[in-house]
């Protein structure tokens, strides 16, 4: 079957330039060519290119490009690998979820004393205020969990409300068990979120994106499967 660049372009709406393109960067193989140099594709094209389209939101465009040009280029164990990157970075943010969620199940909203300073405080005050010593903050702070900015003019620790917010969090963390590992985790989805209510409403969102992408891996692999019994 000989196909040309506008056959493999309307199959998935793309233009004919692309289809080039992606010839050219490696994507697809190289194409034949005619008697009067028009380029002429075949089914094995059109199976790279549905194993690219597939691949990409599995891996993204980046790496499901870099796959392609593997297989085409005979490094199919190179491949593979690019692909296991992407099993493990999946596994990961898996675990990161999971973590959350067991961080933030009996989390309770932080019981609020009178405010030491509307705005900023300092770690004396501040370790007064959670019963802990400042040893205690600064290694948090060494463990990544908090930054806390630096006066100029005296280079003493200045907590924002922000970061005393995040202080409560990983006080509340730390007596229930947690990891400072699993603590920065958590703190760092919180600053994303902008706080531990709205990580709340971002948690099924969350777990959605990780199963379409767990879904698409699926889908990729069978694609690129097809595509491989071509080669």
Not at 30 to 41: D, Q
Request: proline letters at 6%; zero cysteines.
């Amino acid at each position: 079957m000989r196909l040309r660049p506008i056959d493999l372009a309307r199959e998935h709406g793309l233009s004919t330039q692309a289809v080039r393109n992606y010839e050219e960067s490696g994507i697809l193989p190289l194409a034949e060519r005619s008697a009067s140099g028009y380029r002429v594709y075949g089914p094995r094209h059109a199976a790279a290119l549905r194993a690219f389209l597939a691949l990409i939101p599995a891996h993204g465009h980046a790496t499901a490009g870099a796959i392609m040009r593997a297989v085409n280029g005979d490094a199919v164990e190179e491949a593979l690998r690019l692909i296991d990157e992407s099993h493990t970075q999946l596994g990961d943010d898996r675990r990161t979820l999971e973590d959350v969620e067991e961080a933030l199940r009996g989390l309770a909203p932080p019981h609020e004393p009178e405010p030491l300073d509307p705005v900023v405080t300092f770690i004396g005050p501040l370790a007064r205020r959670l019963g802990i010593r400042p040893a205690t903050l600064r290694k948090w702070e060494r463990a990544g969990l908090i930054v806390p900015r630096r006066d100029p003019r005296t280079g003493y620790r200045v907590y924002s409300s922000a970061d005393v917010r995040d202080v409560l969090l990983a006080h509340q963390l730390r007596r229930g068990g947690h990891g400072l590992e699993q603590i920065a985790r958590v703190l760092e989805r919180v600053r994303v979120a902008g706080g531990p209510e709205p990580l709340q409403a971002t948690l099924r969102e969350w777990h959605d994106r990780l199963t379409a992408q767990g879904r698409a891996m699926l889908t990729g692999a069978a694609a690129l499967d097809t595509y491989l019994g071509r080669a």
